[in-house]
């Protein structure tokens, strides 16, 4: 799913509704937090993770089928 990570500011959460990708840096207008444009993303990329973690879902892809078919229970060998 889609949102403005680079955009949103990662302190107050404010959406700025237009950035050229130009602008490397900027202050948010809500809360006046100096932001990387990279770094802001990274941070808000970061807090979604960790809300979907939180929240009971997984946030690794599900392995195939096949890999998971290949943990089976080994008999013990004799001696």
Do not use: Y
């Not at 202050?27 to 979907?52: F, K, M, Q, T, W």
């Amino acid at each position: 799913r889609w949102f403005p990570s680079s955009k949103r500011c990662s302190h107050c959460g404010h959406i700025v509704e237009k950035m050229p990708l130009e602008i490397r840096q900027w202050e948010c207008p809500e809360c006046s937090a100096e932001h990387d444009r990279d770094i802001n993303a990274s941070l808000n990329i970061l807090a979604a993770g960790l809300a979907v973690s939180v929240c009971g879902a997984t946030v690794r892809p599900e392995q195939s089928k096949s890999v998971r078919a290949g943990a089976m229970k080994q008999k013990p060998k004799l001696c």
